[in-house]
């Protein structure tokens, strides 16, 4: 694993970032992470919007200064307590996400695999109510959002690639 330091974001108050969502789209990025010693890869289950009470996979939205390896850690560090391979990342796909919650928020999602250096996983309670891995396209829930179905098709080669699958409104 690399050790990075890792830049300064910036965060906009509320009141800004009500704003952004009105007329911006956003960027964010998901991680497919793999476990090691084939321990599955992590979905997590969501407590805040989009997909609350969903399972998803671990993510967030990008922050000035970062660059994509600056978020991929962050988001593996900060979701999931997890150091990550970002070296070794691959990308997995794009997805927009439009939402009737946030002002008709829109994100541009991009999906990235990565391998975690342990299996030692503590989510962000302020994010999450709890996780659950899985070894096959199979074990993936039914109530797992519409974009993290479409990352985790292509992920395990799933024939019934649910890529034109609006995201939920």
């Given at each position: 694993m690399t050790s990075r330091k890792r830049p300064e974001v910036k965060f906009a108050p509320r009141e800004v970032f009500e704003g952004i969502l009105e007329y911006a789209v956003i960027p964010t990025f998901d991680l497919v992470v793999e476990l090691p010693e084939d321990g599955g890869v992590v979905l997590v289950r969501r407590t805040i919007a989009p997909y609350q009470n969903k399972w998803a996979l671990p993510?967030?939205?990008?922050?000035?200064?970062?660059?994509?390896?600056?978020?991929i850690a962050r988001i593996a560090e900060d979701e999931l307590g997890l150091d990550v391979d970002v070296d070794g990342k691959r990308f997995l796909g794009q997805y927009v996400g439009r939402f009737k919650t946030e002002h008709e928020r829109q994100d541009l999602s991009t999906g990235y695999v990565v391998s975690a250096s342990s299996i030692d996983i503590e989510i962000n309670a302020d994010h999450f109510s709890g996780y659950q891995t899985v070894k096959k396209w199979g074990e993936v829930p039914?109530?797992?959002?519409?974009?993290?179905?479409?990352?985790?098709?292509?992920?395990f080669n799933h024939a019934d690639d649910p890529s034109e699958e609006p995201a939920p409104r």
């Open positions: 993510g967030l939205r990008m922050f000035k200064p970062e660059g994509i390896d600056d978020v039914p109530a797992t959002g519409a974009m993290y179905r479409y990352y985790l098709a292509k992920y």
